[in-house]
């Protein structure tokens, strides 16, 4: 799977539900990474370091606005660019020992098994993206894996269109997507192409700044999966 050949299997017309999962806090237990490259981020300029839970009340894409809540002001370019370098450097290095989620390696094989598609989408860049998903040995399960080739402070909105275009060649439709995420940026994404969302609690927002996206918020995968077929039917 290379950036030019992101397809690996699209044989078939999908009239059944096909999923879009998120990778960072959804699919990707990364948290604890996270807070360790925010807080080297935050020290680079220096800020006080912040708890987990202050983070997820805070957290907003893009991500200069989730700086914005936490200084009381957008950052400079000069500080933008110390941050996002700061953060990227820490987070890559600590990324390597996060694990999946609970229950996430099933779960894409059910779906699979049932001979349903699902495909990842991530602001990560795409090039670190890829070899990763590969490393956890889950890239067989997805139709398609697009990873951020453009600057680290866009939503995923756009991202997302470029995602379902390239998925009609697998005879996916927006209407039949649900989008598992982590974020409200992640429902607003959703929303835009005219798929639905499912929004999971263990990555970077709280429950409460999730249910103000007015979707299904749940606290497993197991309960996001199992939201998505309800929604399907």
Do not use: C
Request: no cysteine; glycine share 6%; aromatic share 6%.
């Amino acid at each position: 799977m290379t950036r030019a050949t992101h397809i690996v299997r699209a044989t078939h017309i999908v009239r059944a539900t096909h999923i879009v999962w998120d990778w960072n806090g959804t699919l990707l237990h990364d948290i604890d990474a996270v807070i360790v490259a925010t807080n080297a981020s935050f020290a680079e300029l220096g800020f006080p370091p912040i708890t987990l839970e202050a983070y997820r009340e805070l957290y907003v894409v893009p991500v200069p606005k989730f700086y914005e809540r936490f200084m009381g002001r957008l950052p400079t370019e000069d500080e933008w660019t110390v941050m996002d370098e700061a953060f990227h450097r820490h987070y890559w290095a600590a990324a390597e020992d996060a694990g999946l989620a609970e229950g996430a390696r099933e779960l894409l094989q059910d779906w699979q098994r049932d001979g349903l598609t699902q495909s990842l989408l991530s602001l990560a860049p795409h090039e670190k993206l890829v070899p990763l998903v590969r490393s956890h040995g889950i890239d067989r399960h997805f139709v398609r894996v697009d990873g951020r080739t453009g600057p680290s402070h866009t939503s995923k909105a756009g991202h997302l269109v470029r995602h379902m275009a390239a998925m009609e060649a697998a005879g996916v439709t927006a209407h039949r997507t649900i989008l598992v995420g982590d974020a409200v940026d992640d429902a607003l994404a959703a929303a835009h192409v005219g798929a639905r969302a499912v929004l999971y609690t263990g990555g970077s927002h709280s429950r409460r700044s999730l249910e103000s996206a007015g979707v299904p918020v749940v606290d497993t995968l197991a309960d996001a999966v199992r939201t998505a077929r309800e929604l399907s039917e």
